[in-house]
């Protein structure tokens, strides 16, 4: 009987490993299956020279732990990059050069401008600049509505991402628990672990792990040092997000996990750090053009001179707070703002002068400042948080800073009257005292002088008013600033001064509370170029004297252009949002090439994984034919034996 059992045995060993291959082949496609083969062992038992045949030891399922490892860690890093990488490329192609672009727009602005210059009163190239510039504000404004998009597809995906790893890690646990219970009661686990496994590199897509292999064929998994899955109980996380910053934490925890890779790592890493690095960029970029461009147009006129009636078009949260804690989208700072006023009816001016101190002054308290003007008054509203300016009937103001036209002459005692013109072209606010050198007749007296000194008693320049002047004329210009004198007597000594303005807004007033600025609101809330001037585009303040011809500050718009208003003085416009863009496409290109080297090294590692461990159907049907082969001759021996033993039982009968 011994010997039919040694047949039968190779009979159904040979049976189970067709029943191998066949599962195999089946199995060729299968994700995450690992290929199965039997390891044989005699029987044991039988006499001393026989045994009893043949039987499987194990059931063993080909699996490399260097190379699953190595697979998962590599499935983590690349994850992550092809995150970061995906999330990139939209904000580089939000930012690339092109038609309709902000290097494009801005460009056609400052050349449309430079065109305006030839006839700053031709209305049609008025019309041409503002519509360009009303463009540009619509690019900041879908740029950033681009950015927001960004930044809370972010959020959905990375709440997603903890889903799908809370979703996983729940698998795993179950699959443990089973494998465990296959274990204990000697059951092939072979394709649980598949399976398990399968979820294992799946999870690592999302974030890092380290597994750690326990008895009974389970696994702990961690992550950033946390626990997530430990045999059969699972500890689930969430994603946190306050505004600024993503966290990834464990349900009940605050303490945020040190993510290092996975998809959940680079959607928080590109949340709390790439994107806002981009961001800071373009808002710096764009709040100092529109700043800047605000504070030039609002210190310039019309083609209707000075203004009557103005009204803010940015309001402030509250009327009796200081300014500067109410978080205005272009912040005011310690300065001076001056407002000249003119009488409409002989053209005359007076300067007047408001400090301003961010952190003590409120909207009220400016618009008393500047009701203590003469010919001023200036209201706030209540209800829309707005200032209103208005001059007195019959007179005008701007805040071009252009110089009185009659001196503070509390020092002069002469008869000679004065007159004031001209553009002070200093760099600094300052205060000129004009003191005369020698007593006498104006134009007549040999050897007079004006002598010109600064608020720190330098002298600044010096002119003839006596023998060879023609009273009534204007005097050689001192820093543009160009006095004449009237027939009539000096005294030695006697003096004039004047304020000379070059920063007629050193608080950023006009920016902050959109004082005849450029723009309305700002790019978070909806930029806009004021509609007045869309629709009377003679309010375009490009004059800085009031006069049609003059296109002086439309030559300080043009100059903003070349202003080097970044990086410490080193980049103007143009070359800032060159090298952000360039800054961009850099991390574009070095997320590429991270990818493309990850996914060579991934793929390195799977034809390594698939040579040891995967189904190749030519090798299994090699095995087929010899397992076939096999189950042939045991058949045969197995009918030898059974013709055998129908021989002896003949001979005994």
């Known amino acids: 009987m011994s010997s039919l059992n040694i047949g039968l045995s190779a009979l159904r060993v040979t049976q189970r490993q067709l029943e191998l291959v066949g599962q195999n082949i089946a199995n060729a496609n299968t994700p995450g299956y690992r290929r199965k083969e039997a390891i044989l062992e005699s029987a044991p038992g039988g006499s001393a020279d026989a045994g009893l045949g043949v039987s499987i030891k194990e059931i063993r399922r080909l699996s490399n732990d260097l190379l699953e490892n190595a697979i998962v860690r590599n499935n983590s890093e690349a994850s992550d990059v092809a995150t970061q990488s995906s999330y990139m490329n939209q904000v580089e192609t939000l930012l690339a050069p092109g038609q309709g672009s902000l290097q494009d727009l801005v460009e056609k602005f400052f050349n449309e401008a430079q065109r305006l210059s030839s006839r700053p009163d031709d209305l049609t190239q008025r019309r041409v600049t503002l519509n360009l510039a009303d463009q540009l504000a619509d690019r900041f404004n879908s740029t950033i509505d681009s950015f927001k998009q960004i930044n809370a597809d972010l959020n959905v995906q990375a709440n997603r991402s903890v889903d799908s790893i809370n979703s996983l890690a729940s698998q795993v646990a179950k699959f443990n628990m089973r494998i465990a219970s296959a274990s204990i009661n000697g059951a092939d686990a072979g394709d649980l672990l598949d399976k398990r496994d399968y979820l294992i590199k799946q999870l690592a897509q999302e974030m890092d792990i380290r597994v750690v292999p326990q008895d ?145 002054d409120s909207l009220n308290s400016v618009a008393a400042k500047i009701a203590a003007i003469p010919n001023m008054q200036a209201v706030v509203d209540t209800q829309s948080g707005l200032l209103k300016i208005l001059a007195k009937p019959g007179y005008g103001f701007d805040f071009s800073g252009t110089m009185s036209t009659t001196p503070d002459a509390q020092s002069w005692t002469g008869t000679a009257g004065i007159k004031l013109g001209g553009a002070y072209t200093g760099k600094t606010n300052d205060t000129y005292a004009f003191k005369v050198i020698g007593s006498g007749t104006v134009g007549v007296t040999p050897g007079l002088k004006l002598e010109v000194r600064n608020s720190a008693n330098a002298i600044v320049g010096s ?22 004198l009237q027939s009539g007597t000096v005294a030695s000594g006697d003096t004039f001064s004047v304020n000379v303005v070059a920063d007629s807004d050193s608080a950023y007033l006009i920016s902050a509370l959109g004082l005849n600025s450029f723009f309305t609101g700002d790019p978070t809330q909806g930029l806009n170029i004021r509609p007045d001037l869309l629709s009377s585009p003679g309010g375009f303040a490009l004059s800085a004297t009031g006069q049609p011809a003059d296109s002086g500050n439309l030559a300080r718009i043009i100059a903003l252009r070349d202003q080097r208003a970044f990086n410490s003085g080193s980049q103007n416009y143009g070359q800032f949002l060159t090298d952000m863009v360039t800054q961009v496409g850099a991390q574009v290109s070095d997320n590429e090439l991270r990818s493309t080297a990850l996914n060579d090294l991934g793929k390195s590692l799977d034809a390594q994984n698939q040579a040891f461990s995967g189904v190749d159907p030519n090798e299994e049907l090699a095995r087929m034919l010899n397992f076939q082969r096999g189950f042939q001759m045991a058949s045969r021996y197995i009918v030898a034996v059974n013709q055998t033993m129908d021989e002896l039982f003949n001979l005994v009968r």
Request: glycine content about 12%; proline content about 7%; aromatic content about 6%.
């Open 216 to 360: 009974f064929g389970s696994v702990n998994i961690l992550a950033g040092g946390t626990p997530l899955v430990l045999a059969n109980d699972v500890y689930k996380l969430q994603f946190n997000f306050d505004g600024k910053q993503g966290t990834v934490t464990r349900v009940g925890s605050s303490q945020p996990i040190d993510l290092q890779g996975g998809r959940l790592a680079g959607l928080t890493r590109f949340l709390n750090s790439t994107l806002p690095a981009v961001k800071s960029q373009f808002d710096q970029f764009s709040q100092t053009l529109i700043q800047n461009l605000d504070e030039v147009h609002g210190r310039g006129l019309g083609l209707d001179g000075p203004m009557t009636f103005l009204s803010a078009n940015r309001a402030a949260p509250s009327s009796n707070q200081p300014l500067g804690l109410l978080n205005l989208s272009y912040p005011p700072q310690k300065g001076t703002m001056t407002i000249t006023v003119t009488n409409l009816a002989d053209g005359s001016k007076k300067q007047g002068q408001i400090a301003f101190d961010p952190a003590v």
């Open 463 to 484: 002119v003839d008013i006596g023998q060879g002047y023609s009273p009534g004329t204007d005097l050689p210009n001192v820093d543009g600033v160009v006095a004449k």
